[in-house]
C-alpha cells in the first residue's frame, strides 16, 4: 500500500518564514498526519526523492525529518522497500489531529478527595504582592534594601568551589545558614535552639504544607486564628485539615473558644507576636494557656512569627517558642518580610521529638532548596549585614507607621488606624455605615490597596475593618494614598 | 515575697568570654530560672543595683535582661514595689530547667498515618550527589558549565528593576520562563505545548510531590518501574501511594505485568526516553498500549524526562507526551541535569484537563519558586546559550560515554558496560559469582562511587548490576576509576 504523496502535500503546509525549519515543519506535519490516522499504519511514503520535489524542498530536508520520525517509532524503514508508517500503530486509534481543538474535550481527570475538597474550600487568592504602592501589604520596603552588598556577595559566590555551590545541596539546608539563624534566634527572638533543629525550606508556605502532611490525617481538627493568615490557611486546606475558627480578641487566640469547638484537636496555628491581621501581642496568660491545652491533648503548635523581628517598641516582642518546656512548638520563619518575598526562603525549628521524623522526610522525599541563596543569606547574617539591615528597617518602619498615623489622622471617625507594636501593616477601625467591601472597591478603583479584614475570616465576624501595609512606599506615597481616602470620604458623607 | 539574692546567684552562671552579652546571658539566665519553677510566681527581684553588685556587673546590664523578660511578660514590674515573677506562671506547672537535659524526653508527637507509613516505606536516601569523582551519578559536567556568562547574568538582573525582582513572583512561574521551555520543548522534545501549560517548580521532586497531592488518595495504586527513579518513589509514598512494582524489560514498562497487578492504577510513572536506572528507551508499541491502558483505566501517566536533552544518537529521542493525543501524560522536565542541581528548577507540563486545577494549587496553597534563577535561565535560553550548552554537553557526554567504554573493556566480565543512548550514566552487567554488594562496598572504600542495580528495586528481581555515572569527571578520571576497579577485579579473581 502506497501513499499518495498528494495526502501529504495538502496536510502540510510549510512557511519558509516561520522560525522553525523546513525540516522540523515537515517533521511535525508528518507526525500529526500519521497520528491523526490521515495515513494508515502500513502505507509506505512516497521516495523522499519525490517528496522533496512536490514539496519544493530539498532531499536532505526530507530525510532529516523522515530520519527523526523512524528514531521516534512512527515510521519504519524496510531495506530495499523503502520507509512505511509503523505498523505498531494500528493499535493506536486515530484520534482528532494534534494541535487542532477537540471537537469534544476530554473529561477532566478524577482528583483526589483532599484536592477536590481544597479546591472549594480554598480561600481565593490573587497573585502575590509585588508592586510597591499604598498600602500594600506583605511587601517589605525593597527601596531600601542594601542591593549593592547583595550583588557583591553573589559576584563572589559565583568564584566558589563549584562542587560546594552547584552539586546537591545540604539535606537539611546549609549548616552555615542554620547555624546563622540559631544565633540570630538566640540573639533577638530569645529562642535557644541547636542548628540541628532547623530545617531550611522555600517559604514558610512549605513549611506549613511538610507540618500539615507530616502531622495531619484527613480531617484532623487545626485551631485556626479568625480572622488569620490566608496562605497558612490554604497550605492546610490543601493537606485535608478541618479547620476550627478560633476566636481571637487583645490577648491573642481565645484557648478557652477552641477547648469549647474541638478539645481534640491535633494542630493549632497560631501567630503570638502580631496576630495577623488584627496586631496584637498574645499575652503571656494566653500563651500559657495554649501550651497545657497542647499538653494536654497531645497537640503541637504552629508559632507563625512572619515578622517578629520588626517590632516597633524597645523590647523585642516574645516568642512562644522561647517558653515552651515540653516540645510542642514549632517555629516558622521567613526571609521574605526581614530581606524580600522573590528569595522563598524560610525555616522551620522543629522540637527535638520531631528532629528524627523532619531528617527522615528531608532526607527521602524532598531535595531541598536553592544553594546559591542560602549561601547568599547565610554570609549576609555572618558579616552583620542582616542585623545591621534589621536594625535599619525597624526604624523605617517605625517612621513610615508614624507618618501614616499621622495623615490618617484627618480620616478619623471614617477610618481609624489602631496601634501597631511591629511588622509592616496595621489595621484600621471603620467608622459607623462605612462598608468594608465599597471602600475597598473604591479604593482598589483609584489604584489604592486596602485589604478588607473579611478576606482573612474562616469565619464572618462581627467587626469590620481594612488591611493597610505601610512598610513598601515611601512617606510621600503614604500621604498621597491618605488624600485618596480623603477623597472617598467627602463622597462617602 | 522577696527573692534571695543567693537563688539567683547559685543558679547563673556569667561567662566574660562568652560570645553572647552579659546581658544576654543574664536575660536566658532568669527566664530559666522562671521557667523552671527556681523563683515562683509573685516573687520580688532584688533591686536591680544589688543584683548587679553581687554578680559583679553593671546596674544597665541588669536592667537590660530584667526590661527584656518584663517585655516577655515573665516580670512584672509594680510602680513602686519593684519586680516580681508574673502571677500569670501560676498556672504553668514548673518544668525541668530549659537547656539541661530532660530526665525523661516527651514522647514523640503522634504523626499522620501517611507520613508514619511512609517512614517505615522510604528508599533510603544519603544526601544528594554533589562531589565530582568517578562514576557519580545524577551531576553533570560542573567543570564544563559556563560560568563566566552565568556570573554576568547575574550581576545584571540585580541591576534591574526592584519590583520585578524581589517581590512575590508569578504564581506559575516567570511567564518568560514558560515561554522559553515551550520554545525548547518543541524544537527538541518534540512536545507542542501553550505556556499556559507549564508550571515552574523547584525541581522534578516537588512536581512528583504536587502531581501525587493533586491526583491521589491515599492508598490509590501507581505503576512504578521495578527498577525505577529512587526520589520519583519517594515522593509518591510521601503521598500515601501505593506502589506497584512492574516489570521493565528492553522495551521498557511491560504494560501487561502492570494491567496483571493493578488494572485500576491512577497513575503510571515511567522514563521513556531514558529508562532510569537500565537506559532503555520505551517502544512505540509500549507506548502505545501505556496510553491505552491509562485511557481505559482513566488514569495518568507521568513521564520523567530527567535527561532527554543529552542524546547520544544522531536524533533525539521520542517523548511520550509528543503522542499523548488524549491528555493523559504530565511531562516533567528538570534543570539539574541540564544545568545543574544546586539550581532546584524544574516544571511540569499538564494537560489540558488539569491545567485550571493546577492554577488553583498553584495560586491558593503555594508561594513559587525564587524569582533570580528563573529569570537566569530565561535569559540564558533566550540568548541561546542553553541550546549551545545542551550541544556542547551532548557531545561531551558522548566522548566521556565512549572513554568509558574504552577504559572499561578490560573490566570485561567482571564488569560490562551496556550500550548507553542518552544521559550521562550506564548500567554495568557483573560477571558470574561477582557480587553486588561487596564490590559496590569495595569500590566505596576506595573512593569510587558505584550504584547497586538493588538500590532502584521496589521489589527484588534476578539480575544485578551497578549503574556508573560517566558525566561529572574527565577522562583521566574515569580511567582512573577504572584502574581502580580493574584492581578490585584481580582481588575478586
Redesign the interface.
Known amino acids: 500500500m502506497k501513499t499518495r504523496a498528494g495526502a501529504i502535500l495538502s496536510a502540510i503546509r510549510l512557511d519558509r518564514d516561520a522560525d522553525?525549519s523546513l525540516s522540523?515543519q515537515l517533521?511535525?506535519g508528518l507526525?500529526d498526519l500519521i497520528?491523526s490516522g490521515g495515513v494508515k499504519p502500513g502505507e509506505r511514503l512516497p521516495a523522499s526523492r519525490t517528496l522533496g520535489a512536490e514539496l519544493g524542498i530539498s532531499r536532505t530536508t526530507v530525510i532529516d525529518a523522515v530520519?527523526?520520525l523512524?528514531?521516534?517509532?512512527?515510521l519504519e524503514s524496510r531495506v530495499g522497500a523503502g520507509t512505511f508508517v509503523?505498523d505498531?500503530?494500528a493499535?493506536?486509534a486515530p484520534?482528532?489531529a494534534?494541535?487542532k481543538p477537540r471537537a469534544a474535550?476530554?473529561?477532566?481527570?478524577?482528583?483526589?478527595?483532599?484536592?477536590d475538597h481544597?479546591?472549594k474550600a480554598?480561600?481565593?487568592?490573587?497573585?502575590?504582592?509585588?508592586?510597591?504602592k499604598a498600602f500594600v501589604t506583605?511587601?517589605p520596603a525593597?527601596?531600601a534594601?542594601p542591593?549593592t552588598h547583595?550583588?557583591r556577595l553573589?559576584?563572589r559566590h559565583?568564584?566558589r568551589n563549584?562542587?560546594?555551590?552547584?552539586?546537591?545541596?545540604?539535606?537539611f539546608g546549609l549548616e552555615r545558614l542554620r547555624r546563622a539563624i540559631a544565633a540570630h534566634l538566640?540573639?533577638s527572638r530569645?529562642i535557644?535552639c541547636d542548628p540541628a533543629q532547623i530545617f531550611i525550606v522555600?517559604?514558610?508556605?512549605?513549611a506549613f504544607?511538610l507540618i500539615a502532611?507530616?502531622?495531619?490525617?484527613p480531617g484532623?481538627a487545626v485551631w485556626f486564628e479568625n480572622p488569620g493568615a490566608i496562605?497558612a490557611r490554604?497550605?492546610l486546606?490543601?493537606?485535608g485539615a478541618r479547620l476550627v475558627a478560633v476566636d481571637v480578641d487583645r490577648d491573642g487566640l481565645v484557648v478557652a473558644d477552641g477547648l469549647a469547638k474541638a478539645p481534640d484537636m491535633?494542630l493549632a496555628f497560631v501567630t503570638p507576636s502580631h496576630q495577623q491581621p488584627l496586631g496584637h501581642v498574645m499575652?503571656?496568660?494566653r500563651?500559657?494557656?495554649l501550651?497545657?491545652a497542647a499538653d494536654a491533648a497531645?497537640a503541637?503548635i504552629v508559632e507563625d512569627d512572619y515578622d517578629g523581628d520588626f517590632h516597633h517598641?524597645?523590647?523585642?516582642?516574645?516568642t512562644l517558642k522561647?517558653?515552651d518546656?515540653?516540645?510542642r512548638v514549632i517555629y516558622v520563619g521567613t526571609f521574605s518580610k526581614s530581606l524580600?518575598?522573590?528569595?522563598?526562603?524560610g525555616f522551620l525549628l522543629a522540637?527535638?521529638?520531631?528532629v528524627?521524623?523532619f531528617r527522615?522526610?528531608f532526607?527521602?522525599?524532598?531535595?531541598?532548596?536553592?544553594?546559591?541563596?542560602q549561601a547568599i543569606v547565610a554570609e549576609f547574617m555572618d558579616e552583620g549585614l542582616f542585623a545591621t539591615h534589621i536594625r535599619q528597617m525597624r526604624r523605617l518602619y517605625k517612621e513610615r507607621y508614624e507618618g501614616l498615623v499621622h495623615h490618617a489622622a484627618r480620616l478619623s471617625g471614617f477610618l481609624d488606624v489602631e496601634p501597631a507594636t511591629s511588622g509592616f501593616h496595621a489595621l484600621a477601625r471603620l467608622g459607623a455605615g462605612v462598608d468594608e467591601h465599597a471602600l475597598v472597591e473604591a479604593a482598589r478603583a483609584r489604584d489604592v490597596v486596602l485589604v478588607p479584614l473579611s478576606r482573612y475570616c474562616l469565619e464572618p465576624i462581627a467587626r469590620t475593618g481594612v488591611v493597610l501595609g505601610y512598610g513598601a512606599v515611601a512617606d510621600k506615597q503614604i500621604a498621597a494614598g491618605v488624600d485618596i481616602l480623603a477623597g472617598l470620604t467627602q463622597q462617602a458623607a
Not at 105 to 115: D, F, N, Y
Open positions: 522553525r522540523v517533521y511535525m507526525r497520528l530520519d527523526r523512524v528514531a521516534e517509532g512512527l509503523s505498531a500503530l493499535q493506536h484520534v482528532a494534534l494541535r474535550p476530554v473529561s477532566p481527570p478524577r482528583l483526589s478527595a483532599t484536592t481544597a479546591l480554598f480561600a481565593r487568592r490573587d497573585r502575590l504582592p509585588h508592586t510597591p506583605a511587601l525593597l527601596d534594601f542591593m547583595w550583588a553573589y559576584a559565583w568564584r563549584r562542587d560546594m555551590i552547584m552539586g546537591y545541596g545540604e539535606p538566640q540573639a530569645g535557644t522555600g517559604g514558610a508556605q512549605q504544607s502532611r507530616t502531622l495531619l490525617d484532623d496562605g490554604n497550605a486546606i490543601a493537606q491535633r499575652s503571656l496568660a500563651r500559657l494557656e501550651l497545657k497531645g503541637l517598641g524597645s523590647q523585642p516582642q516574645p522561647s517558653i518546656t515540653n516540645g524580600y518575598p522573590a528569595l522563598r526562603l522540637p527535638d521529638g520531631l528524627e521524623t527522615d522526610v532526607t527521602c522525599a524532598l531535595s531541598g532548596v536553592p544553594t546559591a541563596p
